[in-house]
């Protein structure tokens, strides 16, 4: 007999909806529309590779929902990259968006590639090749790229040229999270891990935490995952663990961050120099793999890489009092309830890692106008929305007594249910929108 198989990540996101429903103000139909993205793309894109042979890559782009505005989210080029992944990944950016109060839908994309086995300049050709087949399905004023797993500023960079070029004028707007020289926005780098780490420093004061005693463990130690372990030592945190895809180490007494930063910028890998390279010797950090974080005796849990590492077969296990997703969609639905159960409170991803789109939206902000920000205006407008935001969901948590997740949809459904409201069912259910 086979194994029953896995309902996709989708098809998992959307399962949220209904558990939701019950606390929002929306309308069922809308509801029902909300479970299928409005648009799918799938395209191929032909390389030259240096040593002369072609190769053929598959990128997708999905468009979620566009009531609240043009569409908005991430580019991921990963191996693992595929349609079920990236519709589940542009459904999360439409209730981050809401969540967040921002005028934009959701969308994200992605390229089935493993980066790192790529040079610069094939890199660059599978950029611009991607920008040349999706250029009609993006735009400044309908869908707007950004990056995410192993996408950066200088891919966005390219990506924002060869959209130029094809419209032969400069068009910063049509992607965010571009290098500051060619009209990305102060902030944006540390942006994701920044809104986690506000929120997270808006939970200390509801849970009168001292900062020096709280333990913190980081899966994935990318953009995202360096920034919140970062912020999080500079106010007094102990980072006791991180990981990246190789797997992670451990020190009781905590990390110095900053210095784990530079070694894993320039090596790569984590436990190759900490465990068995060059710091062997002075730090003494332990070797753990990347399940064994997830189940350290820790205050908090920060997923900052993949989907789907918190399951039921792992959630029992999971010793930390709070988890804070900066990852999208670390956590199963059937893990989301035995966590409830054990009392662990879960920041969700559509919240606690909105702080990455909060600054694109600022990036864009600033493009449409011609007219920049300081760094110093871009943290406090940043700090007040993601602890405004938080505030709010936090708030309907308690009043509704329901999770923190269920709490966030239902903030989220309640502001899409009103845009589609306002613009008239009729309206919302035609099929001849932009
Ligand atoms: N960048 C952004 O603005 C935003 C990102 N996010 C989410 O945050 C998460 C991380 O994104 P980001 O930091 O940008 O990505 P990066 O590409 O910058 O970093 C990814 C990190 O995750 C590690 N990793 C990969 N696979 C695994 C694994 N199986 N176990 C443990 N670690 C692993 C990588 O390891 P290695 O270095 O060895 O490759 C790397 O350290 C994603 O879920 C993304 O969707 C959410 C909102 C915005
Ligand atoms: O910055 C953005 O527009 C989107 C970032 C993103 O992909 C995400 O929040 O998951």
């Keep these: 007999m086979n194994a029953p198989t896995q309902p996709s990540v989708f098809a998992g996101a959307i399962s949220r909806l209904d558990k939701a429903f019950q606390y929002a103000d929306i309308d069922a139909e809308a509801l029902?529309?909300?479970?299928?993205?409005?648009?799918?793309?799938?395209?191929s894109i032909p390389v030259r590779m240096d040593d002369g042979s072609l190769r053929v890559f598959t990128g997708y782009r999905v468009r979620?929902?566009?009531?609240?505005?043009?569409?908005?989210?991430?580019?991921?080029?990963?191996?693992?990259?595929?349609?079920?992944?990236?519709?589940?990944?542009?459904f999360w950016m439409t209730f981050k968006c809401a969540v967040m109060n921002i005028p934009y839908g959701g969308a994200k994309g992605g390229i089935c590639v493993n980066a790192k086995e790529l040079s610069r300049l094939e890199l660059e050709r599978l950029s611009r090749g991607f920008v040349e087949q999706i250029a009609e399905f993006i735009g400044p004023e309908t869908d707007i790229p950004a990056p995410d797993m192993y996408t950066n500023?200088?891919?966005?960079?390219?990506?924002?040229?060869?959209?130029?070029?094809?419209?032969r004028r400069r068009i910063p707007a049509v992607i965010t999270g571009k290098p500051i020289p060619l009209g990305g926005s102060q902030g944006r780098?540390?942006?994701?891990?920044?809104?986690?780490?506000?929120?997270?420093?808006e939970l200390a004061k509801k849970r009168d935490w001292d900062p020096t005693q709280i333990r913190v463990a980081v899966q994935g130690f990318g953009n995202a995952g360096q920034s919140v372990a970062r912020l999080l030592h500079a106010d007094g945190y102990q980072v006791v663990a991180v990981s990246d895809s190789q797997g992670g180490i451990y020190k009781a007494e905590g990390f110095d961050v900053p210095s784990l930063i530079q070694n894993k910028n320039q090596s790569r890998r984590l436990q190759a120099v900490y465990c068995s390279g060059s710091l062997c010797e002075t730090v003494r950090a332990k070797s753990i793999t990347n399940e064994e974080l997830l189940k350290l005796d820790v205050d908090i849990l920060v997923p900052a890489a993949l989907e789907n590492v918190i399951t039921a077969?792992?959630?029992?296990?999971?010793?930390?009092?709070v988890i804070v997703e900066v990852a999208n969609g670390p956590i199963t639905?059937?893990?989301?309830?035995?966590?409830?159960?054990?009392?662990?409170?879960?920041?969700?991803?559509i919240l606690a890692n909105a702080g990455g789109v909060t600054v694109s939206y600022f990036e864009w902000v600033q493009n449409m106008q011609g007219f920049y920000w300081p760094l110093e205006e871009i943290q406090r407008r940043l700090s007040e929305m993601m602890c405004r935001e938080f505030g709010h969901v936090y708030d309907w948590m308690i009043e509704k007594k329901i999770d923190m997740r269920t709490a966030a949809y239902a903030?989220?459904?309640?502001?899409?249910?009103?845009?589609?409201?306002?613009?008239?069912?009729?309206?919302y259910f035609s099929d001849n929108d932009s």
């Design 32 to 43: 029902e529309r909300l479970k299928h993205p409005k648009q799918i793309l799938q395209v």
């Design 64 to 90: 979620h929902d566009d009531t609240r505005g043009p569409t908005k989210g991430g580019l991921r080029y990963s191996p693992q990259v595929d349609i079920e992944e990236v519709k589940a990944l542009a």
């Design 153 to 167: 500023a200088m891919i966005m960079g390219w990506m924002m040229d060869e959209y130029s070029k094809i419209h």
């Design 189 to 201: 780098d540390d942006a994701t891990g920044r809104g986690a780490f506000y929120c997270i420093k």
């Design 313 to 321: 077969k792992n959630a029992d296990a999971i010793r930390a009092n």
């Design 333 to 349: 639905c059937e893990a989301d309830e035995i966590l409830h159960d054990k009392e662990i409170l879960v920041v969700p991803d």
């Design 411 to 427: 903030v989220a459904l309640s502001r899409i249910g009103e845009a589609i409201a306002s613009l008239g069912t009729a309206r």
